[in-house]
């Protein structure tokens, strides 16, 4: 029969131990001189705390929600990954800046040395290129997927591309071509040009790739900035079933890239190629990306996403309506 004196010692000495080293940060050492104690004889006491079940370690954080449903994303999709942050109410600006920061952090952890990063063009990207800063340089390669179009800043990718890979402190290689050709047989020639052709074969098995998620809503869509089309085929665009835009590809609720002529004369690749890529990181935030990024998760265009909270939730919300109504 043990002795309950003896058992009351031990345990008293296994907590005053616990208590310096995880509550007070001790090292096992400053523990050792604290105590009068060997630094084996500390290390032994942790590990019979550990095994007496004596120790439980509980991680909270005001932020638990975003945890759960970047859980429940991951659990109603194909996605492996999912990253949301809180939404600023009425300052889209800030939301999409904080979406930017957290996708630059999920990039840089995805990255090694080695690597070739893949981008396309769009604000979200922009965000993300704005808001990375790396303690240490990356030997990686950035590249475009999409040719370019020259005027607003997140529209040359060329530009972002040069930008992303000065501030990893890596190289570019660039598409000296325009996104969109005048014809398909147009388009056809420039990606057979050596220097697109190389670099659009370094895309299509990027190690990590960081896409934009496009509206083309008549209102507040980006996608208008590529290609300045009037209203009423804005309109049009709608009413033939397209919800978003990938790659510059305009895209249908499943994901299928449409039966829309523009999306034949591009140069870049087709979203059905990301899927030779390592890690496919979307980026996206905003009421009018719901169906969008719906869309691109039907077509399993993406193995993580990065979004806000309220977009976050619509995403969610008519991803268990469509299960429901399966």
Not at 218 to 246: H, I, Q
Not at 282 to 295: D, F, H, N, S, Y
Request: hydrophobic share 40%.
């Amino acid at each position: 029969m043990s002795n309950s004196s003896e058992d009351y010692d031990l345990v008293r000495q296994i907590h005053s131990v616990l208590v310096l080293h995880f509550i007070e940060g001790l090292k096992q050492s400053e523990i050792a001189t604290k105590l009068n104690l060997s630094t084996s004889k500390v290390n032994r006491l942790i590990a019979q705390g550990r095994k007496m079940g004596m120790l439980k370690i509980d991680v909270e954080s005001r932020f638990q929600r975003l945890a759960d449903y970047e859980t429940n994303l991951i659990a109603a999709t194909s996605l492996t990954g999912a990253v949301i942050t809180p939404t600023v109410s009425g300052n889209p600006d800030t939301t999409l800046q904080q979406v930017g920061r957290s996708a630059a952090n999920l990039l840089l952890e995805s990255i090694r040395d080695g690597d070739v990063i893949a981008i396309t063009g769009g604000k979200a990207i922009s965000a993300v290129v704005d808001n990375l800063t790396t303690e240490r340089s990356f030997d990686v390669t950035v590249v475009p997927l999409t040719g370019g179009v020259q005027g607003k800043y997140f529209t040359d990718v060329n530009h972002l591309a040069t930008q992303l890979a000065d501030r990893l402190g890596g190289k570019a290689m660039l598409v000296h071509a325009p996104l969109f050709a005048e014809s398909s047989a147009q388009r056809d020639m420039l990606r057979e040009v050596g220097s697109v052709r190389e670099v659009f074969d370094l895309a299509r098995k990027a190690n990590v790739a960081l896409v934009g998620v496009g509206s083309i809503e008549p209102t507040g869509s980006s996608y208008y900035d590529l290609n300045p089309v009037p209203d009423a085929d804005r309109k049009m665009l709608v009413g033939m079933g397209v919800v978003g835009e990938l790659l510059a590809y305009l895209i249908g609720a499943d994901g299928s890239v449409a039966n829309y002529a523009l999306n034949t004369r591009l140069v870049a690749l087709n979203p059905g190629e990301l899927g030779a890529c390592g890690r496919v990181i979307g980026v996206a935030t905003g009421a009018q990306k719901t169906w969008p990024i719906r869309a691109a998760l039907n077509g399993n265009y993406l193995d993580a996403l990065v979004l806000d909270e309220e977009t976050a939730l619509s995403v969610l919300d008519i991803t268990e309506r469509s299960h429901h109504v399966a």
